[in-house]
């Protein structure tokens, strides 16, 4: 096991601090003392964890809740400490606390970074008494100085990253983004600050081969952080609101509620943190969820299934919920339907409902392209509830996926997560052979355009009335109808057009903008853009590879520094523009192309 695996978060301040403080000859070195710190021997001893350097000199990190909240928590016993490498490249190479404790919420109930509550054709559900309405804060005018120079910063330091790519974006630019984050959290933009932290992450579980490393979730982190950095300036009023983000959601009292258990899935983040979510749902539809995240790795998301879920006196665990009921008094929801755990909540255990029978069968009632709409627009949620007859599996770039038949569509459904620890990738492996079974699932959107969802949870292949958490519950070959053959795969369609420019947006975030200034590397591309309708892709991509490999000289000849911020600029626009573009054909994918084709207009 890595280092990086055993070691407590540490607060982004923490690692800017300690790696600014560095030498510039250091600084060149913390790459390497990075890597020399990776498989040291590591030992917990209550808050403190030590690693020994070599056979003489230890260095420890004081982590109270199992997060590093200052530098002076790093101490080291070389010689030249407090001013050596080894503490600038231990809280390098640790996870990155998101500056909240773990498990805090406004009420003190357990926070998850994947949890919702959806409303099946209604609006969000009124408390059962009364509760004086908040009063809402007047919408600011305008960014204020401190956060344009944050926004500036955050923009700069992400910039430098892109530039580099991740093959490049060291533990230095790390911390150069890292301290943007601060910043940005003191500013009071913490969206963007999650973001930048996220980003940081991202790249070093590349940079480590990290198994969990998905680079589509890094170019998503790269292009919200951008996004929302380039947009703040000119931004008032509610857009800035939503730009600055919030960094706690508030709980409402939400009365009695009788709840019936969904499934369970695993929460495994790229930010280091793990658990499990259990989504239940009341008799009207509407989604709630339980959860239990906290800073871990693959271990805690495959144990927190089977924890006590922490609301009111109930033994039940996240396994049990989500197939038994439960009956809460006193409940307190926060926006997003996470259910809290404060002092005032009584829950009690009280029997499930089965997937094909009421109130649970509603939620599979609503038509499949108004569920796709509605998780299109940013709805409360993203889940899918389907109905799907197995008719075999597709070849693809990143391996096998089901085939499924759902209403008519040749619905592909693929691993909700890649990480071996969790059996997600096996048991859809297993279901690829029970060919003709007819199955009711629960799965998550993945944006495309061709029909695609993440498996989340199904019903069992040969026993009726049995579901299966498909990241917790591990099937079996006996499980499987006695009659299942491996499916032959078919072969993968051509190529979406649109696939030119995205695979090239991706390419930047890898290699950095040197492997798109490369002479003749984007040949032909644009003009297939062109013929195949996206004349604006094709535009997006001349400049972003015009960016990529505009250096100037000076009088005498040299390379001047490249344009950081203007290849920044064409990247995130060739970013937004491919992210659009593949929404509209995820909908059009899915059978429908705007609102009015749901609403009979």
Same mark, same amino acid.
């Given at each position: 096991m890595s280092t990086s695996g055993q070691l407590p978060a540490v607060v982004p301040a923490v690692t800017a601090e300690l790696v600014e403080a560095l030498s510039p000859r250091l600084r060149k070195r913390l790459d390497a003392g990075v890597a020399k710190l990776a498989g040291r021997p590591v030992v917990r001893d209550g808050d403190t964890v030590r690693i020994a350097i070599d056979d003489d000199t230890d260095l420890e990190l004081h982590a109270p809740g199992s997060v590093v909240t200052s530098a002076d928590a790093v101490r080291c016993g070389c010689l030249l400490a407090p001013d050596c490498l080894h503490r600038a490249a231990a809280v390098s190479a640790a996870p990155v606390a998101d500056g909240i404790p773990a498990g805090a919420d406004e009420d003190g109930g357990p926070r998850t970074p994947a949890a919702g509550r959806a409303v099946a054709g209604e609006s969000p559900r009124q408390p059962s008494s009364p509760v004086p309405e908040p009063v809402p804060e007047p919408e600011p005018e305008g960014p204020s100085a401190q956060q344009l120079g944050a926004a500036r910063a955050v923009f700069e330091a992400a910039a430098a990253v892109l530039e580099a790519g991740t093959d490049g974006a060291g533990a230095v630019l790390q911390a150069e983004l890292l301290r943007a984050a601060h910043t940005a959290r003191l500013a009071g933009l913490p969206r963007a600050a999650s973001a930048a932290v996220t980003v940081v992450t991202g790249v070093r579980a590349a940079r480590s081969a990290d198994p969990a490393y998905r680079l589509p979730d890094l170019v998503e982190a790269l292009r919200t952080v951008l996004g929302v950095a380039h947009r703040l300036p000119g931004a008032a009023g509610a857009e800035l609101a939503e730009l600055r983000g919030t960094v706690r959601q508030p709980y409402t009292p939400d009365g009695s509620l009788r709840l019936y258990g969904l499934f369970s899935e695993p929460v495994l983040t790229a930010t280091g943190y793990a658990g499990a979510v259990t989504w239940?749902? *009341? /008799?009207?539809?509407?989604?709630? %969820?339980?959860? *239990?995240?906290?800073? #871990? &790795?693959?271990? $805690?998301? %495959?144990? @927190?299934?089977?924890?006590?879920?922490?609301?009111? *006196?109930? +033994?039940?665990?996240? $396994?049990?919920?989500?197939? +038994? &009921? =439960? +009956?809460?008094?006193?409940?307190?929801?926060?926006?997003? #339907?996470?259910?809290?755990?404060?002092?005032?909540? $009584? /829950?009690? $255990?009280?029997?499930? /409902?089965?997937?094909?029978?009421?109130?649970?069968?509603?939620?599979?009632?609503?038509?499949?392209?108004?569920?796709?709409?509605?998780?299109?627009?940013?709805?409360?949620?993203?889940?899918?509830?389907? *109905?799907?007859?197995?008719?075999? %599996?597709?070849?693809?770039?990143?391996?096998?996926?089901?085939? +499924?038949?759902?209403?008519? =569509?040749?619905?592909?459904?693929? @691993?909700?997560?890649?990480?071996?620890?969790?059996?997600?990738?096996?048991n859809l492996r297993l279901l690829a052979a029970a060919l003709g079974s007819r199955l009711r699932v629960i799965a998550r959107l993945a944006p495309g355009p061709l029909p695609r969802v993440l498996l989340l949870a199904a019903e069992h292949p040969s026993r009726p009335g049995v579901r299966v958490d498909l990241g917790l519950d591990r099937l079996q070959r006996a499980d499987l109808p006695a009659s299942a053959v491996p499916p032959a795969a078919a072969p993968v369609p051509d190529e979406a057009p649109l696939h030119l420019l995205r695979r090239r947006v991706h390419q930047a975030v890898s290699g950095g903008r040197r492997v798109l200034a490369f002479p003749g590397g984007a040949a032909g591309d644009p003009a297939r853009l062109r013929r195949s309708g996206f004349a604006t892709g094709a535009a997006v991509l001349d400049e972003l590879h015009a960016t990529a490999a505009d250096r100037t000289r000076d009088a005498f000849g040299r390379l001047l520094p490249a344009d950081t911020p203007r290849f920044a600029r064409a990247w995130l626009a060739a970013a937004c523009y491919t992210g659009e573009v593949e929404r509209d054909l995820c909908a059009t994918a899915w059978g429908f192309r705007s609102g009015s084709d749901l609403d009979g207009s």
């Open positions: 239940t749902a *009341d /008799a009207e539809g509407r989604l709630y %969820t339980v959860s *239990d995240v906290a800073p #871990g &790795g693959a271990g $805690r998301a %495959t144990g @927190a299934a089977d924890r006590t879920v922490r609301i009111g *006196d109930t +033994a039940l665990t996240h $396994r049990e919920l989500s197939r +038994a &009921g =439960l +009956a809460v008094s006193g409940a307190t929801v926060s926006p997003s #339907g996470r259910l809290g755990a404060g002092a005032g909540v $009584r /829950a009690v $255990r009280a029997s499930g /409902a089965d997937w094909r029978g009421e109130p649970l069968e509603r939620l599979w009632a609503v038509p499949v392209a108004e569920q796709v709409r509605r998780a299109l627009d940013g709805g409360p949620h993203d889940l899918l509830f389907l *109905d799907v007859t197995l008719v075999g %599996t597709v070849r693809e770039a990143s391996g096998d996926c089901l085939l +499924a038949d759902c209403e008519g =569509l040749a619905l592909r459904l693929v @691993a909700a997560h890649d990480d071996p620890a969790l059996p997600h990738r096996e």
